[in-house]
């Protein structure tokens, strides 16, 4: 009996042995396939993701060009509305006699004058329209 | 149509050097001398024309020309219309039109009124006045003329009991101010003046230095950067090419001999008008004596000139504008812009 429960014993270590030499071979080949394949794998990843990056970002770009036109359009269309209503209200004024700024004469900025001085500035205006006077009559 | 800006100017049309202020910050100056290429080589080198500084310094290519005489326009005075007042009133013009230039180097010619006084002469006579207005037609829009004194009085705001020397190169102009424009008894010109002094001191240095060989442009500079008629002053040497090699030459005595030559005309103006005011305000023009122009800048005068009032009216008192050479531009440049717009549009009418 303690003969086959020894025998027994062995067998099933045996067996165990067995199992751990196998799993190992097993693994380590894996290991091994797995570095192999990334190094080689790794820049053909590379360059075959290339055109379909590139391809990626354009039709991301496209995306936002059409996104943008679509805003430009819609501010394009608020000016529109903003220039009518002005329009509008510009035609309601003038219908009640209001003249538009820009046809409007500007209106002189009045020079300070000091009374004072006022007695020269006559003097010397009239000295000179006498003068031109005379170039005339030489003329 | 949009209205015109309009530029305000200040002109001083000199004999010596030409003064443009203007009320865009802008201010100029540049000798009065305008030089045309004497030949093809040196017309592809210089130009048409050229201005100021740069006609002196390319005096031996091209024929010179100063426009201005003892501060009116060079002319023939047997004949008004003659060729040689026509040619003075054309350079006089292209040295106008190229200081006017100076004014509008920032802003757009066609967007601007140029609206001007020039200053002239105390005792101008009226065709000098017409040639001062013949010269700017066609380079000013609007332009008024009034007396280079009175222009320094208006600018200092030294319009009442003030007399101003306007010492410039062709003339000396003395002016009394009394709270009126002034007539032809308030005001006093001598043709003693810078260009007097270039002369008697090249006479001087002449006859010091037999064989020096120089020219008045020589020593013109020379004398502007030391003109003194202090005796404390220190000894002057300038460079003179004698046999062709450069000496250094003493010539102390001799500047201030020829800066002392314009000062008694001056004091005896000073004096006639003085003397000839109402007894009552004399005082007053005594103690507010002002000197302008660039002879005021002369080291030492405005004492020279106190310590003669004191000897023959009692007492004086002599200052100097701070800005001697500027001064009368910029009076004008006031006048340009205080004056009413009515008195503008009612010249423009005449015009």
């Known amino acids: 009996m303690k003969m086959i429960t020894k025998t027994s ?40 993701s290339v055109p379909l990056d590139y391809c990626t ?41 209001v003249v538009v700024a820009e046809k409007q004469k500007p209106a002189k900025e009045k020079k300070q004058i000091n009374e004072g001085n006022k007695m020269f500035f006559k003097a010397i205006a009239d000295e000179n329209i006498q003068l031109r006077h005379q170039q005339e009559g030489n003329q | 149509m949009k209205e015109k800006k309009i530029l305000n ?36 080198l210089l130009g048409e024309m050229v201005y100021g500084e740069d006609a002196i310094r390319h005096r031996l290519s091209v024929k010179l020309y100063r426009p201005f005489d003892k501060g009116v326009l060079l002319q023939d005075n047997s004949d008004k219309k003659g060729e040689a007042h026509l040619k003075s009133t054309a350079i006089a013009r292209a040295l106008l039109r190229k200081l006017v230039a100076y004014a509008f180097e920032e ?127 220190e000894q002057l040497f300038i460079e003179l090419p004698i046999k062709g090699k450069p000496t250094s030459c003493d010539v102390t005595n001799e500047l201030r001999e020829a800066c002392h030559a314009i000062v008694p005309d001056i004091v005896e103006g000073i ?31 405005h004492k020279e000139i106190e310590s003669y009032m004191k000897k023959t009216l009692g007492y004086g008192k002599v200052t100097r504008v701070e800005d001697s050479l500027y001064a009368g531009a910029n009076g004008a440049l006031m006048l340009c812009k205080d004056m009413p717009d009515e008195y503008w549009d009612e010249l423009k009418k005449r015009k």
């Open chain 1, 9 to 48: 014993d062995y067998s099933i270590a045996a067996f165990e042995y067995a199992g751990m030499v196998s799993y190992s071979y097993i693994k380590r080949s894996a290991l091994a396939l797995n570095f192999g394949m990334i190094k080689i794998g790794q820049p053909v990843k590379k360059v075959a």
């Open chain 1, 57 to 97: 970002q354009q039709m991301d770009k496209l995306g936002k060009v059409f996104q943008r036109k679509n805003e430009i359009e819609e501010r394009l269309i608020a000016i529109d509305d903003k220039l009518e209503r002005i329009i509008r209200r510009l035609a309601d004024i003038e219908k009640s006699g």
């Open chain 2, 9 to 44: 100017i200040g002109i001083d049309l000199g004999t010596s050097r030409s003064v443009i202020v203007c009320d865009n910050g802008i201010r100029q100056a540049i000798p009065s001398f305008i030089g045309y290429p004497k030949d093809a080589v040196s017309l592809k």
């Open chain 2, 107 to 233: 802003e757009e010619d066609d967007k601007l009124l140029l609206r001007g006084v020039i200053g002239a002469p105390a005792l101008a006579t009226q065709n000098n006045k017409k040639d001062f207005l013949e010269i700017a037609d066609g380079v000013l829009d609007d332009v008024m003329i009034a007396s280079e004194p009175f222009c320094v009085a208006y600018g200092m705001n030294a319009l009442n009991s003030a007399l101003i020397v306007d010492i410039g190169a062709g003339t000396t102009d003395l002016c009394r101010m009394h709270g009126t424009i002034p007539g032809p008894d308030d005001q006093i010109t001598t043709f003693k003046a810078g260009d007097y002094v270039d002369q008697v001191f090249l006479e001087l240095i002449e006859n010091k230095y037999k064989e020096a060989n120089f020219t008045v442009n020589m020593i013109k500079r020379f004398k502007e950067e030391n003109a003194s008629v202090s005796e404390h002053g």
């Open chain 2, 271 to 301: 004096r006639k008008l003085v003397a000839t005011f109402d007894p009552e305000f004399q005082d007053g023009l005594k103690q507010n004596v002002i000197l302008a122009g660039g002879g005021s800048r002369m080291i030492g005068l």
